[in-house]
């Protein structure tokens, strides 16, 4: 199952009502909104103005040049995910995004090879434009399906990490109808986490999920100043990712 930052292990729908993400937004979502948690249309307004170079979220800080390595597990297969920010930049609906390219290998094999497009607001939110992604066997490109981008075929841009998150926010990562519609919710500010890079308390724990696979779930755990530090399933699936190392060029 695809990944993002690091790719889904497994996720969720749950009947949830959006709420609205801070910064350059302009979108409400109803009280009862239907049982799907969706309220149409989604058409968050971007302005290219409201956005900065830098991307210095505490809990996504991608400072051009590191490398972030993860170990582990995904149903019996052995898992090593590579997530390094580039120094490129690409113009998604106006706005300068950071390249981060994440590449996964599945017991030794290279299996996906995927450019994410991020930026960061001036209030700090930040913000996932798309990707170009490549599914591969035996070292041949076998597909591309993952791939979208924000302002394409009715694609929108969505929050990877808010500013300011509090337990009870939930808000959608991406929004690609009917291929990509990944959404998450805050749980804990209070986590106490465990990984070969360190030990970690106070730490960001969310819940990811999407309505295209309903019946996962997985939860994210994130460490002020460090970044994703655990990703784990928790319904439906069988996986746990580690952060094992941080390298800055």
């Given at each position: ?168 926010d939930v808000y959608r990562q991406e929004y690609y109808e ?72």
């Open positions: 199952m695809k990944r993002k930052l690091v790719r889904n292990i497994v996720v969720l729908f749950l009947g949830v009502v959006l709420v609205m993400v801070s910064g350059c937004t302009d979108t409400s979502y109803s009280e009862d909104a239907s049982e799907e948690g969706l309220e149409d249309p989604y058409n968050p307004e971007i302005d290219p103005a409201n956005f900065v170079e830098e991307i210095d979220n505490p809990y996504l800080p991608f400072e051009p040049g590191t490398t972030f390595v993860y170990e582990g597990e995904s149903d019996g297969e052995t898992i090593d995910v590579e997530i390094y920010v580039t120094n490129q930049t690409k113009e998604v609906m106006g706005v300068t995004t950071t390249v981060i390219r994440e590449r996964e290998w599945e017991d030794g094999e290279l299996v996906e090879d995927t450019f994410d497009w991020f930026a960061q607001d001036k209030d700090g939110n930040v913000w996932y434009f798309g990707e170009d992604s490549k599914e591969i066997e035996d070292g041949e490109v076998v597909s591309t399906a993952g791939s979208w981008e924000a302002g394409v075929d009715g694609a929108q841009p969505g929050i990877i990490m808010k500013a300011d998150p509090q337990p009870g009917g291929e990509a519609e990944d959404m998450a919710e805050v749980l804990s500010l209070e986590a106490s986490v465990t990984v070969p890079y360190g030990s970690f308390e106070n730490s960001l724990q969310t819940r990811e999920w999407t309505p295209l696979e309903p019946g996962v779930e997985e939860n994210k755990y994130y460490a002020s100043g460090v970044g994703l530090l655990l990703e784990e399933a928790v319904e439906g699936g069988d996986g746990r990712l580690e952060l094992v190392e941080i390298t800055t060029e």
